[in-house]
């Protein structure tokens, strides 16, 4: 490993929340890079130093909770010390994993880093407000390389040429994966698999199928703090949901064999002409785990997403809130074709796959131009 060359990847979360930190770090780790990388945990244990040092990881140690008022103040309290700890060890370049901290640290970073970080956009924030969009084209512009991780973030921003998708396919694909035979479920196994939230679409959803026996849902991933699951699940007594808890990458492969189809129900709109660009513009690692396992989608009607699901075929799109959206489900079930969306998976998997080599091999490029 070249001992001279320092970079920084900073994260807003910990590790567990951050699943694209890995592809960085590998792609680092190939290329000799020396690197550390500044992590956020925000659920720290009493008595815990601010910042603590494990190996190459950094961690910031700030409980983050309260008012909006609140959260914001613990905000420039990160801000501080992340710059801090980019001035003390006088990194070579860094990467900016999504938008907030990018901005937190904004005025610093074209000051000091001006085309030496790439910047990763993975969610829309507050770009609604004009000026902090033309802020975040400004660091767009004054990166190396700018990453977006859906194509739909393009209803938001500004074409530039720094731009460059980079998809978060992590998992190969096996010639063992088929697409389930759902024409002959009796019992539909629909499945949420990530940071388990519940956006005002996915309770809507939940609540409608509590009393189906032809479905059973399943939540797979974290629980995030503010999402109250366990709560409604106890107080409404819905049998036919079942929370498996927090998993690694690496199971994937298990706990997808009893999946059938991917829930994608994600807005907090009831009109879907009021779903904000923050839910109707990512796309969700569940795409990737469609077109690798093989497993169809459902997706809120009016988002980026069920745009491709449509155009390719991957599945099916609802109004969480709609009273249909059950019937819709199982009329998609009961005419699915294994083969003819098996086909449209690996079309979309090839385009996506050729898209993030493009995207790899401008990453590889650029930090060996940093050494």
Same mark, same amino acid.
């Given at each position: ?36 990388? +500044?992590?956020? !945990?925000? @659920?720290? *244990? ?7 040092? &494990?190996?190459?990881?950094?961690? %910031? ?68 407000y004009k000026i902090l969009r033309k802020l975040v084209m400004r ?25 460059? +998708?980079?998809? !978060?396919? @992590?998992? *190969? ?7 389930? &035979?759902?024409?002959?479920?009796? %019992? ?103 077109? +690798? ?79």
């Open positions: 490993m070249n001992t001279w060359t320092q970079l920084l990847i900073i994260c807003f979360w910990d590790r567990l929340a951050t699943p694209y930190l890995a592809k960085y770090e590998k792609l680092l780790q190939e290329n000799g890079i020396a690197y550390e990388v +500044v992590l956020w !945990n925000r @659920t720290p *244990e009493a008595n815990i130093p601010v910042t603590t040092q &494990d190996g190459n990881e950094i961690s %910031v140690n700030i409980p983050c909770k309260g008012s909006i008022v609140q959260r914001s103040l613990k905000f420039f309290q990160w801000r501080s010390i992340a710059k801090k700890v980019i001035q003390q060890r006088k990194y070579s370049a860094l990467i900016m994993l999504t938008t907030v901290p990018t901005v937190l640290l904004g005025g610093f970073l074209l000051r000091k880093f001006r085309g030496r970080y790439l910047f990763d956009i993975r969610d829309y924030t507050f770009e609604k660091f767009i512009e004054g990166s190396a390389l700018t990453a977006i991780s859906s194509k739909g973030y393009m209803r938001w921003l500004d074409p530039s040429d720094k731009i460059m +998708v980079n998809h !978060n396919i @992590t998992v *190969e694909r096996s010639d063992s994966y088929r697409a389930p &035979d759902l024409v002959k479920r009796d %019992v539909i196994r629909f499945s949420f698999v990530g940071n388990v939230r519940l956006d005002t679409q996915t309770e809507a959803l939940l609540r409608q199928l509590k009393d189906r026996s032809d479905f059973e849902q399943h939540f797979y991933g974290r629980i995030l703090p503010t999402c109250d699951i366990q709560k409604i699940a106890q107080g409404e007594e819905i049998k036919n949901l079942f929370l498996h808890g927090s998993f690694d990458v690496s199971e994937k492969e298990r706990f997808f064999e009893d999946i059938d189809l991917l829930n994608a129900v994600y807005a907090n709109a009831q009109n879907e002409a009021e779903i904000p660009l923050g839910d109707s513009t990512p796309i969700p690692n569940r795409l990737y785990d469609c077109l +690798v396992f093989y497993r169809p989608l459902v997706a809120s009607k009016g988002t980026y997403l069920a745009e491709l699901i449509e155009q390719y075929g991957l599945g099916c799109t609802v109004n969480g809130f709609s009273p249909d959206a059950p019937q819709v489900i199982r009329d998609y079930a009961h005419s699915f074709d294994p083969d003819a969306f098996m086909h449209n998976c690996d079309c979309l998997r090839e385009q996506v796959c050729e898209e993030e080599e493009q995207y790899i091999a401008s990453v590889g490029a650029l930090v060996r131009q940093w050494q």
